[in-house]
Structure formats: C-alpha cells, structure tokens
C-alpha cells in the first residue's frame, strides 16, 4: 500500500464505543482508535486497517471457500457492493454476505462455497457468527496487545527501589 493512498475510516455508524465498550462492535476498532482516528498519520490508519483486514478474513475463512475469484469480483462489480480493493478477497466475500446473504440461495453462483462443517447453517446465520468472531479476535487482540499492563516497566520500577 502506497503511503498517498487515503484510508477511509472503518466506521460502519454503529458504534458502541460511545456506551463504553474497549472494541467497537460495529468496525472492530479499539475506542481509542474511533476517538484518535482523524488524527492518525496515513500509516497510523493502514496499520489499522491491515490488522482489521486480516482478522475479518481469517474469520471468513474458517466457515468459506472461494472456489472462483473471478466470479466473485464480478459479482461484487454487478451487485455494486462497496468493498476496498486493496483487501483480502475473503474480506469482499464478507462485504457480498453483508449486503445480501438472504438473496444468495446458490453460493456457487457468486464463486465460494460453505464449508462443510457449516452447510446446514444459513449465510445470514454464518455472517453473524463471523461478525461474533470478528469482535472476539479483535477484543482478545485488545485483551492481550493493548489493556495488558507492561510488567517489563514494573520490574525495572522495583529494581530502582531496590536501589534507592
């Protein structure tokens, strides 16, 4: 990605950040990125957006298959679903689940397949359970990466008292 390529903002305008949730669960940003957002650097905003990216279409993939690329950007050229082209095709996959999976009755139709564990499940049903797993990545992510206290600072405040 090009550093003069702008990123638009993630924000979906369901924003729960604004009742006190860490992780939107609308775009999956932690509360200080929603709030920090217009400030960040054009890098600042792609590494966002890259980590937003790639947990939305590790979820995709754990339920879906794309057998066809082709057919799939067709499709979401045709249906006119607004997708950034500089993301994980999975990603679009999911953009084509959230406009219309109660259209799609014939998946091959639009090039993925339901993976066999969840072929009794609907595509309604399975784009809300990756949208589940898309905020518990993205809150675990948080829980691990970001709220977690720097122990390694701590220890070398109590070797300084040791000291002094």
């Keep these: ?16 950040t604004g009742i006190g ?4 669960r609308g775009c999956k940003r932690f509360a200080h990125e929603v709030i920090d957002w217009n400030g960040y650097s054009v890098p600042q905003k ?8 790639r947990f939305l279409a590790m979820c995709v993939r754990n339920k879906l ?12 050229s045709v ?10 095709p999975y990603s679009h996959l999911f953009a084509l689940l959230k406009a219309g999976a ?10 993925f397949e339901i993976l066999p564990a969840f072929r009794g499940t609907s595509l309604a049903e399975l784009r809300e359970q990756i949208d589940e797993e898309f905020w ?9 990466y970001i709220s977690t206290r720097d122990l390694f600072a701590e220890y070398v ?8």
């Design 21 to 24: 949730d860490v992780v939107c």
């Design 102 to 111: 109660n259209q799609i009755s014939a998946p091959e139709q639009y090039g």
């Design 79 to 88: 249906q006119k679903i607004r997708h950034q082209p500089h993301h994980d």
């Design 157 to 164: 405040g109590q070797l300084e008292e040791a000291k002094g």
């Design 46 to 53: 792609q590494a966002i957006d890259a980590r937003l990216d």
């Design 136 to 144: 518990v990545l993205s809150s675990a992510h948080y829980d691990r």
């Design 65 to 76: 298959r794309i057998v066809d690329q082709k057919l799939l950007d067709w499709q979401l």
């Design 1 to 16: 990605m090009s550093n003069l390529i702008p990123i638009r903002t993630p924000c979906i305008g369901v924003c729960s």
